[in-house]
């Protein structure tokens, strides 16, 4: 029974607030600092693609987490360890071996946040009743979805304003930065440590042991290999994203980059409106739109819309390479455009992995599934910041356009079952 000490809206707003900022950090402010301190866009995407690892590997540990302590415990100490992440970048930009050290911090922050995920997850269902868990659901979305706004657009703002104030001293403007971001996550920590409730519920599992869960993992694995479908199914976790896979970190670094080098020359300031505003928020319109659509009329009616939206709107970039356009408001259009069409696209591989994940072990199957989502990122962005230097970004988008062939070939493969997400069916 859960004890309701404190009011919902007290925590979870804040705890997936706290939820989105790490990744972010990682995943895209990590881009636009390795940029500015001049590193190449083979070795930012190789590097940063490696800490999409946590996230693939995070089912492999996520059973431990209930032997010791309990999920309250560690999602605040996930969020102190982040905390010092955070201060550890911070104090190591300014020195002669920054790159060795932010990466360090980086991957602790990085497996530090995956922790905090599944912590936090689990949490949602102990410390809230089955009503409040369907009522906040939308909430906590919504606070993830402010997390990527405030780190992508404010943070990088804040950083390119910073360098303004102090003439264009990258490195100290980045380090406030990041030990401004400390100071907020461990406000985030003081206030989830006092205000987070401790359900009874919550607690370490008894009466089971690393080879009870080893054997359970076992179990897991074998039941999901021999779903039906399994090699088009997992050909499909893998390839549906490959074009954006390529073009995540890529695009991100064509906006910023100089000119001279094929790129749109962005500052951080205007950047941050772009990319972490406005490419935001047709994001998030995108993925609203195509839960709403899936949800009238199942996913196979909607199938094909989505793989077009997904990948046709990517050749937004092979006209800004081309006409490098100076405007910002036609900068802002055709990034809305590509990432609106990637939310809507984006609604059909996420139904598919719940899908796939029907039967017995469904949590355990859709973890795996979720490996499979990390590990589709991670591939693609290991060689494609090398790619985009032999080729130019212009051959780059075009490559990407061809690429979107195999995201039509691995959906057409597909055996959806035609009522499944309708609401008739909820």
């Known amino acids: ?3 309701k000490l404190k009011s919902p809206w007290a925590w979870v707003p804040s705890l997936y607030f706290a ?6 950090a990682v995943m895209t402010i990590a881009l636009i600092l390795y940029k500015q301190l001049g590193l190449s866009n083979a070795e930012i995407t190789f590097y940063t693609s ?37 201060g550890g970048v911070a104090f190591t930009i300014p020195t002669a071996w920054w790159l060795q050290g932010t990466l360090c911090f980086f991957w602790l922050m990085a497996f530090s946040s995956a922790t905090h995920d599944i912590s936090a997850d689990g949490f949602y269902m102990l410390g809230l009743s089955q009503h409040d868990q369907t009522w906040f659901v939308g909430i906590r979305s919504t606070f993830y979805r402010f997390a990527m706004i405030f ?34 996550f461990l406000a985030l920590w003081l206030w989830h440590s006092s205000i987070l409730p401790r ?33 088009v199914g997992i050909l499909f976790m893998l390839l549906y994203r490959m074009p954006e896979g390529l073009l995540a970190k890529v695009s991100s670094l064509f906006l910023i980059d100089a000119a001279h080098n094929g790129g749109l020359g962005l ?15 047709g994001l998030t319109l995108g993925g609203i739109l195509g839960g709403m659509v899936a949800s009238r009329d199942g996913l196979k009616r909607w199938l094909w819309p989505m793989v077009c939206a997904i990948t046709l709107p990517d050749l937004v970039y092979v006209y800004l390479a081309y006409a490098l356009p100076t405007s910002l408001l036609a900068i802002n259009v055709c990034v809305f455009i590509e990432q609106f069409g990637y939310g809507f696209g984006f609604t059909a591989y996420m139904l598919y992995l719940i899908y796939y994940s029907r039967g017995e072990y469904k949590t355990s199957h859709y973890a795996l599934c979720t490996a499979f989502m990390a590990l589709s990122m991670m591939i693609p962005g290991l060689f494609a910041g090398a790619l985009q230097e032999a080729v130019g970004y212009r051959a780059f988008f075009i490559i990407v356009m061809v690429c979107c062939s195999v995201t039509f070939v691995t959906a057409g493969m597909l055996k959806i079952d035609p009522h499944f997400g309708k609401k008739e069916e909820e």
Do not use: C, H
């Open 1 to 3: 029974m859960i004890r």
């Open 19 to 24: 939820e989105g900022i790490p990744y972010v």
């Open 50 to 86: 490696w800490l999409y690892l946590p996230w693939v590997i995070k089912p492999l540990w996520s059973p431990f987490i209930d032997l010791i302590k309990t999920k309250r415990w560690w999602i605040t100490t996930m969020q102190l360890l982040i905390g010092a992440s955070l």
């Open 151 to 184: 780190g992508q657009g404010v943070l990088v703002m804040i950083a390119g304003n910073l360098q303004v104030i102090f003439r264009n001293s990258i490195r100290f403007s980045w380090s406030l930065l990041f030990y401004g971001m400390m100071g907020m």
């Open 199 to 231: 359900p009874r519920e919550d607690a370490p599992r008894q009466g089971v042991t690393v080879r009870t869960i080893m054997t359970d993992f076992i179990g897991t694995l074998r039941t999901f290999f021999q779903k039906e479908q399994v090699v």
């Open 267 to 281: 500052s951080p300031q205007e950047y941050g409106l772009v990319q972490g505003t406005v490419g935001v928020i």
